[in-house]
């Protein structure tokens, strides 16, 4: 990991992060699974491209959430993009 983030120098950039609403596919016990579709949109942050937003990715998030105690926390997250082609290395998670 620290040769990664050593060796590999990215363009300044920020992503956001489009979320819908989730949809419980099933509730069994103390577990839920849900699914929201989402959508990753990326801006430049130097030149020559200041500004410049772009559609990033595009996609669903399936995750199962653990119940115990009325607190919900995430066991597992997938994120399945439509996407097909990324334009450039993936730095950062979906």
Do not use: Q
């Not at 990326?42 to 200041?50: F, H, K, V």
């Amino acid at each position: 990991m620290t040769v990664h983030r050593k060796a590999n120098i990215y363009a300044p950039r920020c992503y956001r992060h489009v979320i819908g609403p989730a949809h419980i596919s099933s509730s069994k016990d103390e577990l839920i699974s849900a699914r929201a579709n989402c959508s990753v949109y990326r801006t430049w942050l130097d030149a020559p491209n200041y500004g410049e937003t772009t559609l990033y990715s595009v996609g669903e998030y399936r995750d199962l959430i653990s119940v115990e105690d009325e607190r919900p926390m995430f066991v597992e997250r997938i994120v399945v993009t439509d996407t097909s082609r990324i334009d450039s290395l993936l730095a950062t998670p979906l």
